[in-house]
């Protein structure tokens, strides 16, 4: 437990740090939004491209680890439908509620990845963003819109142009080519990477809104606790069916325990959904990952 503390909480020391700097405006409220810009098109793609350009894919367990993430998030997909049609929600609340439980913190799942498993746990993780950051897309776009009806094209444009998209397929087929990062192609990769973890933690940090945690307390609270409790769960059970090994296991259940991801927050407006509501889950469950990720793993490896 020790041991995991001190991999985590330079993490969320990060995250505080970002909030604490935006509350003081420094170095100012412009900087925000372009820090996120560059290191979601720039230097984010950089740590995936590189990381899946190395990546073992001969590994013999990655066809299980691709089986449980399609199911779990499956599964889960199947729930929330479930839901909806008892609940009788809008599509503006089910889309927030969705994103809330199924999407997940791509900087700090692979900060806490990298801290824990290094290089070889990192390549694991990209290889499963590559499946599961489309999947996900897909269903948070359609969640916000169904009521309204949307087009095939409307649909898989936003995941074609993703750039964290791109950059995993660009990595898988530059590897499966065989070609290698040569003639400090890895090195500026490397740089580039280096600059991405950091960067995009400060970023969650300054994107927190304590403001919105009001009115909406019972849908928060259990918002909160599927995502950070029952999914971990959940990611566990199909881990244990499928047979996974304990590495694999053990990212698998981390990435199914993330807080949701505060671009959640931009898609929800852009797409006409509850971003009052949205706000207040991304900020509630960041908060609550201080304590529920360290006892997720602890839980896992004790």
């Not at 299980?64 to 609940?87: H, N, S």
């Not at 290089?119 to 993780?125: E, M």
Request: with cysteine.
């Amino acid at each position: 437990m020790i041991t995991l503390l001190q991999a985590l909480w330079p993490l969320f020391a990060l995250i505080v740090g970002g909030y604490v700097l935006r509350l003081r405006n420094f170095p100012s409220e412009a900087f925000w939004p372009g820090a996120e810009r560059l290191n979601y098109y720039v230097l984010f793609p950089a740590l995936l491209f590189s990381s899946l350009a190395t990546a073992p894919l001969d590994n013999p367990s990655l066809p299980g680890l691709a089986i449980a993430v399609m199911l779990g998030l499956g599964l889960a997909w199947l729930g929330l439908l479930l839901v909806k049609r008892w609940r009788g929600w809008s599509a503006a609340r089910f889309g927030a509620i969705v994103q809330g439980i199924l999407r997940f913190n791509t900087y700090l799942g692979l900060a806490v990845v990298g801290s824990v498993f290094g290089q070889t746990g990192l390549a694991l993780a990209a290889l499963m963003l590559a499946l599961m950051v489309p999947t996900v897309n897909v269903m948070s776009v359609w969640a916000l819109t169904a009521e309204r009806g949307i087009t095939a094209r409307q649909l898989l444009l936003p995941i074609v142009k993703n750039p964290l998209i791109l950059a995993c397929l660009g990595g898988a087929l530059f590897n499966f080519a065989g070609f290698g990062l040569i003639g400090g192609t890895d090195r500026l990769l490397s740089l580039l990477a280096t600059a991405s973890l950091p960067l995009g933690l400060l970023c969650v940090g300054a994107a927190l809104k304590p403001q919105e945690l009001t009115g909406e307390v019972p849908s928060l609270g259990w918002n909160c606790a599927v995502r950070l409790l029952a999914m971990p769960l959940l990611a566990y059970g199909v881990a244990r069916v499928t047979g996974l090994p304990a590495m694999e296991t053990t990212i698998l259940v981390l990435f199914f325990a993330l807080p949701t991801a505060p671009t959640a927050y931009v898609l929800t407006r852009q797409l006409g959904g509850d971003s009052h509501l949205m706000a207040g889950i991304i900020t509630l469950q960041t908060l609550l990952a201080a304590a529920s990720l360290p006892l997720v793993l602890a839980l896992l490896n004790g």
